[in-house]
């Protein structure tokens, strides 16, 4: 059965770095999304992309993020300077014709 | 603004028992409703999905309904096994970009 695959599983990275989460979404699905869940918390909605471009963003999803589909198979998430409360667990999604979301198994960010 | 709240927060039963989860959310206006499972540190798996239109949904030993005018939904899990234990998760799919809004959960442990 087709699976929504991340990498990596696990990121340890310092406060003000650049982080790059990979996804690859199911192959004939046309809607991806990126959504985080802090320990202990909901998960929340980050940014929806189809076509090609951002169809919404929440208000989490500030400058310091962005998502780009690079080729027609990955698709990712770019923190540019992390921070310590962007210490989370990161999911992707992708949907298909009948709008049920497919998660990915996700990372795991920890910024020291 | 969406808002959805799961009922109880915690749940502890004997293996064997039916049990009934509940999930309620504010705004009506929505397409659809996933069931999903959270494992302690995993991604999410989804379960069930009820379009809009639909009453209800089944696989094996769960049963998801909604009620789109009471802003209401339930999971009932059949003769419950100590390998139902995890968090179970409610999330209503609306607005254009057919994003997801999650509940809290409910966590669930079925004792042998």
């Known amino acids: 059965e087709p699976e929504v695959t991340q990498t990596p599983s696990h990121q340890v990275t310092q406060m003000g770095q650049e982080v790059i989460l990979r996804c690859v979404p199911i192959?004939?699905?046309?809607?991806f999304y990126w959504y985080r869940q802090i320990l202990g918390q909901k998960v929340e909605f980050l940014v929806s992309?189809?076509?090609?471009?951002?169809?919404?963003k929440s208000e989490i999803f500030d400058d310091q993020f962005s998502v780009e589909r690079p080729d027609g198979s990955n698709f990712t998430l770019k923190i540019r300077s992390t921070k310590l409360e962007d210490s989370a667990m990161y999911f992707c999604?992708?949907?298909?014709?009948?709008?049920?979301?497919?998660f990915g198994p996700g990372t795991r960010l920890t910024v020291t | 603004k969406q808002e959805v709240t799961q009922i109880p927060a915690a749940l502890s039963v004997p293996e064997g028992e039916n049990l009934v989860l509940n999930c309620s959310f504010t705004?009506?206006?929505?397409?659809?409703l996933q069931w999903f499972r959270q494992d302690p540190g995993k991604g999410l798996t989804s379960l069930l999905l009820?379009?809009?239109?639909?009453r209800e949904q089944t696989s094996g030993r769960l049963n998801a309904s909604l009620d789109k005018s009471s802003g209401r939904s339930t999971l009932y899990i059949a003769a419950s096994q100590p390998g139902d234990s995890a968090t179970y998760l409610c999330?209503?799919?609306?607005?254009?970009?057919?994003?997801?809004?999650f509940g809290t959960g409910t966590l669930l442990a079925v004792q042998p």
């Open positions: 992309f189809y076509n090609n471009e951002i169809s919404e």
């Open positions: 009820i379009q809009s239109s639909q």
């Open positions: 705004d009506s206006a929505i397409y659809n």
């Open positions: 999604a992708s949907i298909g014709r009948i709008y049920e979301q497919y």
């Open positions: 192959s004939n699905h046309l809607y």
């Open positions: 999330a209503v799919e609306g607005g254009a970009t057919n994003k997801l809004i």
